[in-house]
């Protein structure tokens, strides 16, 4: 067997990125999935993005991550979210041709030569004095290399639960992994159990389309990727439709055989995607609930019923879904069910991803207990970015949770305790107003550009932006409006005015947008509506962004009031037990993050605060990129 | 943790009848010292000398007569500007002028706050930063343990539901910015108005309790209550060993509350002389009522006084009446007038009446210091730890619901405003991290559990 670099386990969203990213900054990379054809497959609901997980994709996209660009090749129904609402709390939002999705995937990871595709089984990992050497294969024996990214989603001592049978299976017709588990439990790290779940897929012929509500695309679509000029495929409709009573009473004559109520399912599922009988359950005096028919390709037979996921028994399924307007004659095609897989507590891992206990080691995506594909992604992207930095001796890469969702992410994922499978909300980003969808560029790509990750023409783009930010700015805003163009553009919608106006200062009426105002004015030539929507924002919530702007500041000073490596929890004697424990298995590298880790009380930071002020002198200070 | 605002906090315990300092350090302490600091010498303020002279309030009324000392940076105890105030040993005192710094920018010191700040100013060495961290540790699970003794009954209720309320609202906002694509109803302005509206209220309710004092723990208040004309501010004056209140023979001569610190068996206590009790056509008296009634609510010891030469009334019962749901240990009944002939009626009345009663005269001052060691036994049995810790609890509490309530405030105002919900969401934020001060953290996670529990979220 040849020896690598890295080695990536498994193929799903967070390995694909992890193989891209250490791929462009010419590492030699194994990628090891089950099956070749089955990378960048879609395992549960065939779309991307979404509310906060939009926001993800651009900014894995900013950072020269596949993601968005496999989406814009792939998507079949683009929608943007929330548009009623201001620009911080838009997400876009993309159903996938399946098919096309894979397709795509397999395609960006074949188009790397250094890049190779490994079918087989990790079974076991090889160390050598704390450090990872190589993988164990099924197949191929021993594999050699300098890193490894674990991202082996829900396939680790997979268990898949349809009513009471029980198989053993990382996802529907796909075997589990074994024995990575066990010699990471060896090692002295610590797993723990979750659990998800899929609805049933149904024949798209067999749906009464006559019944059923019709969601439409975006007459406009708006692609993920910064380097998507637009988006060309033809996009077709999704449907909605609703259970009802006799619906419910169905199912519950399935609970009797339901594993989750049963017991049999030991695993955590996520409470923000339950499964069809845990609604009808929990919320019993709700008389229906939503579904969409979401199509999985063009030329795919198969509608993913959203919102129906279940584990009840085959026969219960079915009877149910027949009870639901449109689908009398429904033929499924596949059952739900749930999946328990194995997960490894993500405080076991450092900002980098890479794991406390074993060098270059790094874990990404499901395995660290998080749910969705963009989460996953985010994670492979930083992971994979940090081994191939690691191996090419430079300074790791964190982001911090005032600059990206994918710091928020992983802040969170390492130092608070997760009682379910972590999915991405706008409501976990303190700074939400400032991250932005539309400005993941403007955010992070000079970043992604430095690292090696963005090609020319891309960046050229986002200098052109920021070219007409200025110019807008400098020029465009001190300009002004007569009381004539005024009243002739905007007499239906705002006061007149008497003496001329500048357009920054008419811009605070809350009716106008700045585009208006600049084609009422006749200044709109040429600029890009991003950059428009950058400077607009800027001055109409200029308040509101200063004050965020102040917390940062009060932010940063506490991450940069950094925890050495050395230092040892259990000398300092007025630490409460709780706390000293935290910090011994967090080890934070800041008295910021020291801050967020659950259970640490003000008088704790102040305790560690004197400590780190008194033995200032005896510390090693370590190395970081914050 | 990081800040370098004004703080300030007693640094003596606080005692009856001697002496107690204050300390105020950072950038704000010397001028808002100077605000309300009167002298005769010297205007400016030098470093390293003390000034004799009054210490007045926003209307110009003298608090107490005051030594203060000036430390200029960095010649002092935290390496800040520092001002010592030593004034009397009175809690009533003591409160009116931490309020009037708290009022201006300043807050209270956390537990060993001025050590970690000379520490952090290398004024104090690495021998003693140790001591600081164990003071640190200890004194915080001591303040902690007193708020939440402090947090009993009616004030914790207030508070959660205060907590429950602004994790409703977070979570109804949160719900319209992250799940807008499920299928739940729209929830209108209206509910969000009502909500803020009720938290506002409860905020000034509670800011209220905390003015009447009960919670407060202010130290003992005793009131002297009863119907006009039975010889309270003639009480008074006896208790007091000086004519300080006005006392006539016409009944309703009292009409607001009058007080007055005195000093008994080494505790501090305020006499309260109040308005007759009764029904009244005159809208000044009837003023003085209402508020002689909130003060029985809140009282530490009620004397109520009865006269003994005349026929118990309804009067005197409706009294009696609003007063036998106080716990036995805070009423005493003062039957006055011992000296003239005594109404039968009344003495079977008050012989039957299971709560302690003396006889007094306080126009003779008969029995006067046999009531006096039946208060001061009382006292003693009511007597809460009156050490610094409470008095400064509070404050931290009264000093966060007062910043409180001006974000609730502001937020309601963008609500109003039509102003975007992730807008509103940060000020809302604001609100929430000031309320935790109070009850412990209060994260995204406890607004995220209330969404899921409380509707059906989830394709
Ligand atoms: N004989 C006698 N007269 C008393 C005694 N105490 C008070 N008085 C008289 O009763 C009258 C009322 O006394 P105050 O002390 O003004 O009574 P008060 O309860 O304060 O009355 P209001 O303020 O009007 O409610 C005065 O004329 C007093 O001199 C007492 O012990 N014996
Ligand atoms: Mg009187």
Request: aromatic fraction near 6%; glycine fraction near 6%; charged fraction near 25%.
């Amino acid at each position: 067997m040849n020896n690598y670099d890295i080695a990536i386990v498994g193929g799903g969203h967070a390995g694909i990125e992890a193989a891209v990213v250490s791929a462009k900054l010419g590492l030699k990379v194994a990628l090891i999935s089950l099956e070749k054809n089955k990378i960048g497959l879609m395992s549960c609901n065939p779309a991307i993005g979404g509310l906060a997980k939009g926001q993800l994709v651009r900014e894995i996209d900013a950072l020269g991550g596949a993601m968005g660009k496999i989406i814009d090749a792939a998507g079949i129904h683009f929608k943007m979210l929330n548009t009623s609402k201001g620009p911080a709390v838009q997400s876009p939002r993309a159903q996938a041709d399946r098919l096309l999705y894979a397709k795509q995937a397999q395609l960006i990871i074949s188009s790397y030569s250094n890049i190779d595709v490994v079918e087989d089984m990790a079974i076991d990992i090889l160390i050598h004095s704390g450090r990872i050497t190589g993988l164990g294969l099924l197949k191929n024996g021993q594999l050699k290399t300098k890193a490894v990214v674990l991202t082996a989603g829900t396939f680790l001592n997979g268990i898949i639960h349809v009513g009471t049978n029980k198989l053993s299976a990382g996802r529907a017709g796909e075997l589990p992994a074994r024995g990575l588990t066990e010699s990471l439990l060896l090692q002295g790290f610590q797993s723990g159990r979750l659990k998800t779940g899929t609805p049933p897929r149904i024949h798209r012929d067999s749906i009464d389309y006559s019944k059923i509500e019709i969601q439409e695309p975006d007459k406009n679509p708006q692609p993920f990727s910064y380097s998507t000029e637009s988006i060309k495929r033809e996009q077709i409709n999704c449907f909605i439709t609703y259970t009802n009573n006799e619906t419910h009473e169905i199912l519950r004559e399935g609970f009797d055989r339901s594993p989750m109520f049963t017991g049999r399912i030991q695993g955590i599922g996520p409470r923000y995607c339950p499964s069809i009988e845990d609604k009808i359950d929990r919320f019993a005096d709700k008389s229906r609930h939503q579904l969409f028919l979401e199509p999985e390709g063009f030329n795919n037979n198969e509608i993913y019923v959203n919102g129906f996921s279940t584990s009840l028994p085959g026969d219960i399924q079915e009877r149910a879904i027949k009870t639901v307007p449109g689908l009398e004659q429904a033929k499924l095609i596949r059952l739900g069910y749930a999946v328990e897989y194995d997960f490894f507590p993500p405080d076991q891992l450092i900002h980098t991803l890479e794991t406390k206990l074993i060098e270059n080691l790094y874990f990404a995506g499901q395995i660290n207990g998080t749910s969705g594909y963009e989460e996953a992604a985010a994670q492979g992207l930083i992971a994979g970015l940090n081994a191939a930095l690691k191996i090419k001796e430079l300074p790791g890469f964190e982001l911090k949770r005032s600059e990206a969702y994918i710091g928020v992410l992983i802040d969170d994922l390492i130092n608070k305790i997760h009682k379910e499978p972590y999915r991405m909300f706008t409501s976990r980003a303190e700074f939400r107003l400032l991250l932005r969808q539309d400005n993941a560029d403007m955010r992070l790509m000079e970043k992604g550009y430095e690292l090696g990750l963005i090609d020319h023409k891309t960046y050229q783009k986002l200098q052109n932006k920021k070219n007409q930010i200025v110019e807008i700015k400098e020029k465009i805003l001190p300009g002004k409006l007569s009381p004539r163009q005024f009243v002739d553009a905007f007499s239906e919608k705002s006061n007149a005015i008497s003496q001329p106006q500048s357009i920054k200062d008419l811009l605070k009426r809350p009716e106008l947008s700045l585009k208006e105002l600049m084609t009422a004015g006749g200044f709109n030539n040429g600029f890009v509506d991003a950059s428009i929507l950058e400077v607009e924002y800027a001055i109409k919530y200029e308040g509101y962004l200063q004050r965020q702007n102040l917390l940062i500041e009060k932010f940063n000073k506490a991450e940069k009031k950094l925890i050495p490596i050395n230092i040892e929890y259990k000398n300092i004697r007025s630490l409460s037990t709780e706390a000293r424990e935290k910090l011994i298995k967090i080890r934070p590298h800041s008295l910021g993050q020291a801050s967020r880790i659950s259970g640490i009380t003000p008088a704790d930071l102040s305790v560690l605060l004197i400590y780190l002020e008194k033995h200032k002198s005896e510390i090693v200070p370590r190395e970081t990129s914050i | 943790m990081f800040s370098e605002d004004t703080i300030i906090s007693t640094i003596t315990p606080v005692r009856g009848g001697s002496v107690c300092l204050l300390r105020v350090s950072g950038k704000d302490a010397i001028n808002i010292t100077c605000k309300y600091f009167k002298s005769n010498s010297l205007s400016n303020m030098e470093g390293g000398r003390f000034y004799f002279g009054k210490f007045v309030d926003d209307k110009n009324e003298v608090v107490d007569e005051v030594i203060i000392y000036v430390f200029k940076k960095p010649k002092s105890y935290t390496g800040e500007d520092v001002i010592e105030i030593s004034c009397h040993s009175n809690i009533f005192i003591l409160e009116e002028i931490i309020n009037l710094y708290l009022n201006n920018n300043c807050r209270i010191a956390e537990p060993g706050e001025f050590t970690k700040r000379a520490f952090l100013n290398n004024k104090i060495d690495l021998v003693q930063a140790e001591a600081v961290a164990d003071l640190i540790a200890s004194k915080s699970k001591a303040s902690v343990k007193n708020s939440l003794n402090l947090l009993e009954g009616k004030l914790s209720k207030l508070i959660n539901s205060l907590k429950k309320n602004l994790i409703d609202v977070g979570s109804l906002l949160e719900l319209e910015l992250d799940f807008s694509e499920e299928d739940l109803e729209i929830i209108s302005r209206d509910k969000f108005f009502d909500i803020m509206e009720s938290s506002i209220s409860i905020v000034n309710s509670l800011l209220d309790s905390y003015d009447s004092g009960r919670e407060l723990q202010k130290g003992i208040e005793i009131l002297i209550a009863g119907k006009p004309n039975v010889g309270k501010s003639s009480l008074m004056n006896s208790l007091l060993q000086k004519d300080r209140v006005i006392v006539s023979h016409i009944a309703g001569t009292t009409r607001d509350l009058i007080h007055e610190d005195i000093v008994m068996d080494d505790t501090l206590v305020r006499l309260i002389d109040t308005a007759g009790i009764r029904f009244t056509s005159d809208e000044i008296e009837a003023e003085g009522v209402t508020r002689a009634k909130k003060f029985l609510e809140t009282a530490s010891l009620i004397l109520l006084m009865i006269d003994l030469s005349s026929e118990i009334d309804n009067d005197d019962l409706d009294i009696l009446n609003s007063l036998v749901h106080k716990k036995s240990n805070s009423l005493i009944i003062v039957g006055n007038k011992s000296d003239k002939e005594a109404n039968i009626k009344t003495e079977e009345y008050l012989s039957k009446l299971e709560i302690d009663k003396i006889k007094i005269s306080a126009k003779e001052e008969t029995n006067i210091s046999e009531l006096k060691r039946l208060i001061i036994r009382r006292i003693k049995r009511n007597e809460k730890d009156l050490s610094e810790d409470i008095i400064l609890t509070n404050k931290r509490q009264y000093d966060v619901l007062n910043r409180l309530k001006k974000i609730l405030n502001d937020n309601l105002k963008s609500f109003k405003s039509n102003q975007g919900f992730e807008f509103i969401a940060v000020d809302l934020r604001l609100a929430i991290e000031t309320l935790s001060e109070i009850t412990g953290e209060i994260s995204t996670d406890d607004i995220l559990n209330n969404i899921f529990s409380n509707f059906c979220i989830g394709k």
